[in-house]
Structure formats: structure tokens, C-alpha cells
T-cell receptor
């Protein structure tokens, strides 16, 4: 039972490069989320999706785009990476929103030089 | 926006000791969640609380949903070295429906 799987686990980019982080869940959850985790800042919501084909902005959406073409996948894109986007990125999913726990992947550690 | 105040920020304890940590909010929450994060991994759900006053246990862990709905507590009894990690509280409340996280309590356990 894989749960939430994130790829890649590590990546180093140069400023200005682009990349896509992939999240896949096998729990048939409707809701999926992307967070970033920075020291002393806790987890901050970037974007989320309430179902296939939908996306919405979270607390810190600038510089990121997302897509949910299939229910089980949620992609996070960085169009032009900046050093301020160096962080650990976590994907999560939940069956319902507002009350149900979110289940997290193991994260992608991204460094922007 | 809504914030959760989690305390303490860090704890250094001896193996076998009990641990207490808490989260408070300025507004009412409908659900409280407690997660643990080990180094290099994602947060893992420990306990979920859905009703004011609810007291729930998971092994040596016990958590409570405060009766004011503005706080929650997590206790760990008889700590062991594998309890080391960062513990996060999180809650749902407010109109946006997003999960709000505390900044975590880092627990270190001396064998």
C-alpha cells in the first residue's frame, strides 16, 4: 500500500530553470494538496485541488503552477526557479476536506542555486 | 490569517519521562490533528480529534480536544528513543477550510 508517492526525492536546480514535481496517490482521495516546509515556518499551503480538473490557490501560490489531469496525480510546476523556492515540498491527500486528516508523502528536497 | 501557537518549541528529556505539549488558537477549530515527522520523512498522523472534550489514546500517546475548541494537548507517557522527532498540531477551522499547522515541537530523548 503505497499511499502518497512523490518524485523525485531530491533535486538541484539553477536559478531560472523549470521543473515539475509529481505526486501520486492510490487511496482514491478527491482532495490533494501541495505544501512547502521551511525551517521555523511550519507547513504552508501552496495550491490544492478539490477534484480532477480543479485547482485553487493556497497561502503561498506565487511562482508555482499546478495541474490535476487525473484524479490520482497532482503536479507542481516551477516555471522559473528562484533561490527563495529552496525548500522541502510535501504532497498530501484526503478523502474529505474540512474535517478529515491529510496523508502525506515523504517529500521532495529542492535546492535552487 | 489563522495561526496556531504550539509550545514548547523543543524539549530535551530523559528516556522514561512523560511529555506534554499543546496548541492554542485565537479562533474555534472543528477538528484537531496531531502528526509526527521523522527526519527525511513526511508527517504521519498520530491522533485525530473531532469533538470538544474528546480524549483519545494511541498506545502511549493521549490527546485531548479542549472544551473551548481553541486548544489541544498531546501527552506521551514513558518516552523511548524512537519518540524522537517533530510533533505538529493541525486543525480545521474558519471559512476557507484549509488545514492550519503549528510550527512543531522538536522532541529529543536521552537514552
Amino acid at each position: 500500500n503505497a499511499g502518497v508517492t512523490q518524485t523525485p526525492k531530491f533535486r538541484v536546480l539553477k536559478t531560472g530553470q523549470s521543473m515539475t514535481l509529481l505526486c501520486a496517490q492510490d487511496m482514491n482521495h478527491e482532495y490533494m494538496y501541495w505544501y512547502r516546509q521551511d525551517p521555523g515556518m511550519g507547513l504552508r499551503l501552496i495550491h490544492y485541488s478539490v477534484g480532477e480538473g480543479t485547482t485553487a490557490k493556497g497561502e503561498v501560490p506565487d511562482g508555482y503552477n499546478v495541474s490535476r489531469l487525473k484524479k490520482q496525480n497532482f503536479l507542481l510546476g516551477l516555471e522559473s526557479a528562484a533561490p527563495s523556492q529552496t525548500s522541502v515540498y510535501f504532497c498530501a491527500s484526503s478523502f474529505l476536506r474540512d474535517t478529515q486528516p491529510q496523508h502525506f508523502g515523504d517529500g521532495t528536497r529542492l535546492s535552487i542555486l | 490569517g489563522q495561526q496556531l501557537n504550539q509550545s514548547p518549541q523543543s524539549m530535551f528529556i530523559q528516556e522514561g519521562e512523560d511529555v506534554s505539549m499543546n496548541c492554542t488558537s485565537s479562533s474555534i477549530f472543528n477538528t484537531w490533528l496531531w502528526y509526527k515527522q521523522d527526519p527525511g520523512e513526511g508527517p504521519v498522523l498520530l491522533i485525530a480529534l473531532y469533538k470538544a472534550g474528546e480524549l483519545t489514546s494511541n498506545g502511549r500517546l493521549t490527546a485531548q480536544f479542549g472544551i473551548t475548541r481553541k486548544d489541544s494537548f498531546l501527552n506521551i507517557s514513558a518516552s523511548i528513543p524512537s519518540d524522537v522527532g517533530i510533533y505538529f498540531c493541525a486543525g480545521y477551522g474558519g471559512s476557507q477550510g484549509n488545514l492550519i499547522f503549528g510550527k512543531g515541537t522538536k522532541l529529543s530523548v536521552k537514552p
